[in-house]
Structures are given as structure tokens and as C-alpha cells.
């Protein structure tokens, strides 16, 4: 249940791979910067589960989150998301509830119905499996069984996880998921840092329609933001570019790890290309600190958001540090102000 006073913020991690790294060391990025988050005030560190892409270290996401975790003190961590129809409900409730018991009331489950890679991944990950984007609202339904008090003949459990009530969390970058969030009384958080076409319509819904439950009494609404802050605005936009060629490689089919950034994009991309990834990337506050502020209303304003989960691929790992830690002072900032 929401309890914490005013703007909540938090991180969204993908443990990037630079390029000419290792994902071993993309993990010890991730926790130093899990690290420095929990100083600044971050509420919670989340990872996402992605496959087959060779960017993004955060496959075997439970064992992420278990490292990071095991690495901090007092941030929630969790997943943003995991991709139930990759898995059995029973096993994820499981991992979880393995997760809840090694690091008690700092566990958040934070659920998608995308498949998290190609569809010729998702068919390897779901050998045997029948589940599927469809069966996503059954699917959470049984997970909340395996977590919740278990009922008189409950012939399969949990164990660990059955009655520990981990919190579940409702992505989406559609309706599909507000409208379940609504139905199901749970927070819902929108993928808007890369799919922001679908934003106001999928909160509308999913305020207008939410019901009230055992684990939230009003809705909770959580945005995903591309953050880049820099001591200068002219730093902060060569930053972006590293996330600027990120889409511009999915745009073209050829995914690759993160690469430096770049003094301008107009020589890497046609102007359809760029029209594109501009679109994608919408929902991104990027600038030195006073302008990255005012992005950041504008988009609090616009959206009247509970919570900002921030999220950063920039290829220098004292630079990430520094733009969460300047957008830290602009939430901070934030605050219980009205929005």
C-alpha cells in the first residue's frame, strides 16, 4: 500500500554492455551504481528481463536481482520486469519467494507479457510451455495464489514464497496492462521510455477503471524516463547519442552493445530514422541541471505521475553516476511539490 509522501523515484537498469566489455563487468556497473542509488534516496532498483540481445546482461533476472540485493542495504530491488509468459507462475513465485526470504520487505516483483526478444527466442525460452501474452492475466492470477495464504486443499505451493505476499507490479507499453492493473488493483508502470505513444491513454484507463484491493487502496502510476544529466546541456545531448544509436540499431535489426557516444547523429541516420527513434525516445529528460528540471515537470505535470523510474544507457560509468545523481537533486527537489 502506498505509504512514502510525495514524488517517489527509482531506477530502471538494463546492465548494459559496453561495447568492448564483458557482462560480468556490466554486473559490477549495475551494483555500483544499485550502490549509489541507495544513498541518493532512489526507493527501488529494478532490472528487465531481455534475451538474445547483445547489449543487455539482465537474462537470468532473479539472479541479478539476488546479486544486487545481496550488495546493498535498505533500496527495494526487483524486476522491471519479468516476462511471465517465458515461465511457469510456480516458478517465479519460487524465485521470488527465495529472493523475499534471503532480503525480507525489499523484494518487488514487477511483471510484462512481452516476450523480451524475437519471437524465434521467445519460442526457445517457452519450449513446452503453454503460455503466452493471452494467458497473461491467468498467469498472474496463479502467480498471486503461490504468494498469497494458501487455500484449505491447495494441493501445489510455493516453497519458499507461498503467504510472503511479495508486492507485483503491472508493466505495459499498451492498455492491455492498465486495464488488468485497474481490474486487478495493482500499481501499474508504463514502458513510455521507449513506447510513450500509448501513455495517456493507458493511464486514463487504468485510473478511471482501477479497483480498489488488499494490496492498494488508490492507483499507483509509474513512468519510465530516459535520463541524462550532465553539468552542461551540450554534454548531456552527447550522451544521449549512445542511446540514440541503441535504437537506431533495433530500428534496423542489428542490435549491438552499447556503444561511446558521438558528436551528432546526422551522419549516422536518414531523416526517417531519426523521425523514428525521436518518437521512441520522447519520453526523455535530457540537459544540464536547470533544464533538465523543467523537462522533468513538464513531464510530471503532463502525466501527474506517482513515480519516476529512471533509466540510463550511457556508455561512461562515472557519467551514468553523475546523471542519476543530479536527477536524484532534481527529484529530491520534487518532492511533495503539486504536479
Given at each position: ?70 550488495g546493498t542495504t535498505t533500496i527495494r530491488v526487483g524486476s522491471g520486469g519479468i516476462m511471465l509468459p ?244 532534481v527529484f529530491q527537489s520534487l518532492r511533495g511539490s503539486a504536479h
Amino acid at each position: 500500500m502506498k505509504t512514502s509522501p510525495g514524488l517517489l523515484y527509482s531506477v530502471l537498469d538494463l546492465s548494459p554492455i559496453l561495447e568492448g566489455e564483458t557482462a560480468a563487468q556490466s554486473f559490477r556497473h549495475s551494483l555500483n551504481l544499485a550502490q549509489h542509488a541507495e544513498k541518493w534516496g532512489y526507493h527501488r532498483y529494478w532490472v528487465a528481463e531481455h534475451h538474445n540481445i547483445p547489449g543487455v546482461a539482465s537474462a537470468a533476472t532473479s539472479v541479478v536481482i539476488g546479486y544486487i540485493a545481496g550488495g546493498t542495504t535498505t533500496i527495494r530491488v526487483g524486476s522491471g520486469g519479468i516476462m511471465l509468459p517465458n515461465h511457469a507462475p510456480l516458478v517465479i513465485a519460487e524465485q521470488f519467494g527465495t529472493l523475499e526470504s534471503l532480503y525480507p520487505g525489499r523484494i518487488d516483483l514487477g511483471l510484462g507479457r512481452a516476450p523480451g526478444g524475437d519471437q524465434a527466442t521467445a519460442r526457445a525460452l517457452r519450449r513446452g510451455l503453454s503460455s503466452s501474452g493471452d494467458t497473461f492475466p491467468a498467469d498472474v492470477q496463479e502467480l498471486q495464489q503461490y504468494l498469497g495464504s494458501a487455500l484449505p486443499g491447495q494441493s501445489v505451493r510455493a516453497v519458499p514464497g507461498q503467504g510472503l505476499n511479495v508486492p507485483l507490479y503491472l508493466l505495459g507499453s499498451s492498455t492491455f496492462s492498465a486495464t488488468l492493473a485497474a481490474e486487478l488493483g495493482l500499481p501499474f508502470a508504463f514502458a513510455s521510455h521507449f513506447a510513450p505513444e500509448l501513455l495517456h491513454q493507458a493511464l486514463d484507463i487504468y485510473r478511471s477503471q482501477f479497483q480498489p484491493s488488499r494490496a492498494l487502496e488508490e492507483p499507483h502510476v509509474m513512468i519510465g524516463v530516459n535520463v541524462f544529466a550532465a553539468e552542461t546541456d551540450a554534454e548531456a545531448q552527447r550522451l544521449f547519442t549512445s542511446l540514440q544509436q541503441v535504437f537506431l540499431n533495433l530500428v534496423r535489426g542489428r542490435p549491438r552493445q552499447l556503444l561511446p557516444p558521438v558528436e551528432g547523429m546526422d551522419r549516422l541516420w536518414t531523416p526517417t530514422e531519426a523521425a523514428y527513434v525521436d518518437r521512441m525516445t520522447r519520453c526523455s529528460a535530457v540537459g544540464g541541471p536547470e533544464s533538465f528540471r523543467q523537462q522533468i515537470e513538464v513531464l510530471l505535470n503532463d502525466t501527474g505521475a506517482d513515480e519516476i523510474i529512471a533509466t540510463a544507457h550511457i556508455y561512461d560509468q562515472q557519467a551514468r553516476l553523475r546523471s542519476f545523481e543530479i536527477a536524484a537533486d532534481v527529484f529530491q527537489s520534487l518532492r511533495g511539490s503539486a504536479h
